[in-house]
């Protein structure tokens, strides 16, 4: 049974840092693109990074408003997927998610969504306050 369990998530004054992790088990394609999303209330899920496997060339991507603040990487380890996210503003306020595809996929820069994930965890809360 695949499993995605984020952690790291919690409440953090504007301009803070917080690192989420999430970490799989029985998820037979740690080489293959990962990705982080998120969801605001009353909002729809959106990207907010990924990363494609090692073999691939690792190439990271993101979304225009986390730029330059968050950085996606794998542990040493290859078991478990990391957000640092930096400089937090209080519109990251969000439940964050990990997510992987449910085969071997390589993520296009600027080509990639929801719809290219089909494990998901099952959410750790960010709360960025002002």
């Known amino acids: 049974q695949v499993q995605l369990v984020e952690s790291g998530g919690g409440s953090v004054q504007a301009g803070g840092s917080l690192t989420l992790s999430c970490r799989f088990s029985?998820?037979?394609?740690?080489?293959?693109?990962m990705g982080w999303f998120r969801q605001a209330p009353g909002l729809e899920r959106e990207g907010v990074a990924i990363?494609?496997?090692?073999?691939?060339?690792?190439?990271?991507d993101y979304a225009g408003s986390v730029k330059g603040r968050f950085t996606i990487s794998r542990d040493k380890a290859g078991n478990s997927l990391l957000l640092q996210m930096n400089s937090l503003k209080v519109e990251d306020t969000a439940v964050y998610f990990c997510?992987?595809?449910?085969?071997?996929?390589?993520?296009?820069?600027?080509?990639?969504?929801?719809?290219?994930?089909?494990?998901w965890g099952q959410g750790t809360q960010v709360t960025v306050s002002s």
């Open positions: 029985g998820y037979p394609y740690m080489d293959t693109c």
């Open positions: 990363i494609n496997s090692d073999a691939s060339g690792g190439m990271t």
């Open positions: 997510a992987a595809p449910e085969r071997r996929t390589y993520c296009s820069r600027g080509g990639w969504g929801p719809r290219n994930f089909g494990y």
